[in-house]
């Protein structure tokens, strides 16, 4: 069968990549509930240093711990990124300060540029490429980070061409999402829609 999407973590050698096991078929159920996308129900996991992953409609990274690209995958990030891919990063400690974040962003800065990685807007179009949000969505574990004890107002990301290449949270949505799909009837409001969003806009919505 022919997907118009599959989920692709990403797995490189420093940190931890596997975190959140259930949050990703509990998105492609989300996708599945309210899109007519043909969707690949299982998660793939491709080593960022593989060039399989070049061809991947939408790229998952998470962890908590210090990353440290080897050459191979840098050099995928960036190819990957500058050919017009898309990259969810999320901060798993939801912690600006954290390890994560201080390592993440400075292996971004290396291929992008120190300044590549800005705010963006809340009237951005990733808001309402499905639903409609007036920005990013808070998630219940960021007022629990281990430094910053905030909620971040807003996401950051790194344009190629006018459109998103790197869409970057520190609001740890891996971990808001990783439940059983079947639990979301408890939900008042399904919080897994901004996942919708961020696959329709990386699908060119």
Partial sequence: MVYDFYFTRLMYESGDWDVDIRMPSNVLNSLVEYTTLRVDPAERVIALSDPKM?????CYLAGHKLVQFTPAERR??????????????????HDIDGLFAKSLEA????????????KIPNTHRLYSSFFKFDGPPNTAVELNGWGDDLVHEYLRAIEVKGRIGVLYSNKD??????????NKRWLAVDNTRFAVNIIQYALGA
Wanted: charged share 25%.
């Fill in 76 to 93: 995928n990030f960036e190819r990957y990124v500058k050919g017009g891919g898309f990259v969810f990063v999320d901060d798993c400690n």
């Fill in 173 to 182: 949505y891996g971990c808001e999402w990783d439940y059983d799909f079947r």
């Fill in 107 to 118: 292996e971004l800065a290396k291929m992008f540029g120190p300044k590549s990685l800005v």
């Fill in 54 to 58: 070049l061809q991947a409609p939408f």
